[in-house]
């Protein structure tokens, strides 16, 4: 489905004016000053920028993984303080909210593919037999059928990340975050682990927001932005 820019469109995630400051000994460091940003629903967006110039960050307030100075954001229609951690009800509410894919996959080396997978659901407490089934069809989503069983300690790179996107999308999520998704994949296999990504999304109708070094992956999204001292803006 594409995305959908009309004034039907519904904003999933919305921040406005949001800072951030790190301190460290003998100084401090502003790492996002007065950031805005809006996702519509089916919508995707991507944004790129020098290594340490605020991405991870930027995502972790959106997730409400770290605290912002100042601001003020939304996740649907849901208004959120950004400048505390989120109470036990939004921390409950991300789980279903939000899915996240890291660079370094996260996946938990002793539990198998579908373990993996149903850790979501343990997080979201929705642990039954349609979600199973459900984690089933998403692991064939990605190309994993029959692996059910397998650790991903005995997987390549490129079939960890397929896993990690089906453990993301199990809830049913508004929003996927993707973190450098393809920062430790090969060419060809970053190519086909971004297209699934981005098909996956848009089947699922989950809003995606990828951070990325990767031009043709940002330019794959319908909003490429940039995030340059602080600021962000259209590439
Ligand atoms: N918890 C932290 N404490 C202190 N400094 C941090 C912390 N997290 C990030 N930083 C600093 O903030 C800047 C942005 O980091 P990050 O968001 O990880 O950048 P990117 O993801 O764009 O590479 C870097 O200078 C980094 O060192
Ligand atoms: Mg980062």
Redesign the pocket.
């Known amino acids: 489905m594409p995305c959908a820019v009309s004034e039907e469109s519904t904003a999933v995630l919305q921040a406005e004016g949001l800072c951030?400051s790190?301190?460290?000994e003998g100084g401090s460091?502003r790492?996002l000053d007065d950031v805005g940003f809006s996702l519509d629903s089916g919508c995707s967006v991507s944004v790129r920028?020098?290594?340490?110039?605020?991405?991870?960050?930027?995502?972790?307030l959106l997730a409400r993984l770290?605290t912002a100075d100042s601001g003020s954001m939304s996740w649907h229609r849901e208004s959120l303080d950004p400048r505390t951690m989120p109470t036990a009800r939004e921390a409950s509410m991300r789980a279903s909210f939000l899915g996240v894919v890291y660079q370094a996959y996260y996946l938990i080396p002793e539990l198998n593919a579908i373990e993996n997978v149903m850790v979501a659901a343990r997080i979201a407490g929705t642990v039954d037999a349609e979600t199973l089934d459900r984690a089933r069809d998403l692991l064939a989503r990605v190309g994993m059928e029959g692996r059910d069983l397998q650790l991903p300690t005995k997987m390549s790179g490129g079939e960890r990340q397929r896993l990690a996107i089906a453990r993301a999308l199990l809830n049913r999520p508004r929003v996927i975050l993707a973190?450098?998704p393809t920062g430790n994949l090969d060419e060809k296999t970053a190519g086909s682990v971004m297209d699934l990504l981005l098909e996956a999304c848009r089947e699922e109708e989950a809003s995606l927001v990828l951070?990325t070094h990767n031009l043709a992956f940002a330019q794959a999204t319908d909003e490429a932005l940039c995030?340059t001292k602080g600021s962000l803006g259209p590439a």
Do not use: A, P, Q
Not at 49 to 60: D, M, Q, R
């Open positions: 951030k790190f301190s460290y460091i790492v920028g020098e290594s340490g110039c605020g991405k991870t960050t930027l995502l972790n770290e973190d450098e951070v995030l």
